[in-house]
């Protein structure tokens, strides 16, 4: 070590004061995802109900299916010390793979149904407006809850985060399904990109079901040091990581 040359202890993760701000900032982004949800599955059932629209139906449960999983982190960060919070990580992994599962399975069969005929579904104007709303809120609440996930080295967090971005997705679908057999005719179109959909959600199911590991963002102050010594994509597993970001990048 040279004469002169100061050290610094790194610290990987936010700071108490830090921690506990993105605590409550997650557990406000699991209560407004909770509360759309809800609202999103009353209409879109309803809506599809009324038009015949499987696809409607099965976007209101599959807002269902993200409530469980909101509310299994939502019981993860109701903890108010640290240590439970990580304990009960586990769990609220393996409810939100399940909930992943879930929402592929009814979406594969509701394909299914859709593709050997079951049934036309009639123009439904609640359902464009709801799929275009959800489209423009999800994926806000999706990047906002990832940031915070990542930062605290939430693995859970940030795989409900994906729930809710797969809801963009399904939103996208849904709208431009309605679209194309309310302009066109085209029935096909929503169940063969749903699959697709499915397809990812199983993916994701797997990730959260392994509960792989989250590294945590560098606390403040020691970005610079932290880039040679924070764990890099490379030591991530599940992607949640990605490139480390220091505050002054962010």
């Keep these: 070590m040279n004469p002169g040359v100061s050290t610094a202890t790194i610290t990987l993760g936010p700071s108490p004061r830090r921690r506990a701000l993105l605590t409550r900032r997650v557990r406000w982004l699991v209560g407004a995802t909770i509360t759309y949800n809800v609202i999103e599955a009353i209409v879109a059932i309803t809506a599809g109900t009324l038009a015949s629209s ?45 909930s992943f599962f879930a929402l592929a399975a009814y979406v594969t069969a509701d394909s299914a149904r859709a593709l050997l005929g079951g049934g036309e579904a009639e123009h439904s104007t609640p359902g464009l407006v709801l799929a275009a709303l959800s489209l423009a809120i999800m994926p ?32 996208a679908v849904l709208l431009v399904g309605l679209a194309l057999n309310s302009l066109l005719g ?31 963002v560098p606390a403040a102050g020691t970005a610079a040091s932290a880039r040679t010594t924070a764990p890099g994509p490379s030591d991530c597993t599940d992607g949640c990581c990605g490139h480390q970001t220091g505050p002054e990048e962010r």
Excluded: M, N
Excluded at 65 to 90: G, K, L
Excluded at 143 to 151: I, M, P, S, T
Excluded at 188 to 206: S, T
């Design 140 to 171: 806000v609440l999706s990047h906002a809850q990832r940031r915070a996930g990542r930062e605290l080295g939430s693995a859970s967090a940030v795989a409900d985060s994906k729930q809710t971005l797969l809801c963009t997705y399904l939103s």
């Design 186 to 216: 085209w029935a096909w179109a929503d169940p063969i990109a749903a699959l697709v959909i499915a397809a990812i959600a199983v993916k994701e199911g797997r990730e959260a079901w392994r509960g792989d590991a989250c590294c945590a």
């Design 54 to 98: 499987g696809a409607l139906v099965a976007f209101g449960l599959d807002s269902i299916i993200e409530v469980a999983s909101a509310a299994a982190v939502a019981w993860q960060f109701s903890a108010r010390d640290p240590e439970t919070v990580e304990r009960r990580e586990h769990t609220a992994l393996r409810i939100i793979a399940v």
